[in-house]
């Protein structure tokens, strides 16, 4: 998803988060700012491997904010 149109002048907030509903679960994303990858993470395989191991933690398994300066 492009950002940049989102960005405020200054310091701007985006929280990412996770709720896992079933079982094993994985995630993944990358953010990028005027086309420039400025942050990625990723944890598990779909369909092969879970992330954390294959942690099975029900409810909110990630929360994560990250900042930009626009």
């Known amino acids: ?23 094993r679960w994985t995630f993944g ?3 990028r700012k ?3 990858l400025v942050n990625e993470e990723w944890c598990g395989t779909v369909g092969t491997w879970g992330c954390r191991n294959n942690d099975t ?14």
């Open 1 to 23: 998803m492009p950002i940049d149109a989102l960005l405020v002048p200054g310091r701007n907030e985006m929280r990412i988060t996770v709720d896992n509903f079933i079982s």
């Open 29 to 31: 994303y990358e953010i």
């Open 57 to 70: 933690t029900l409810g909110r398994v990630l929360d994560r904010r990250r900042y930009f300066v626009n």
């Open 34 to 36: 005027n086309g420039v």
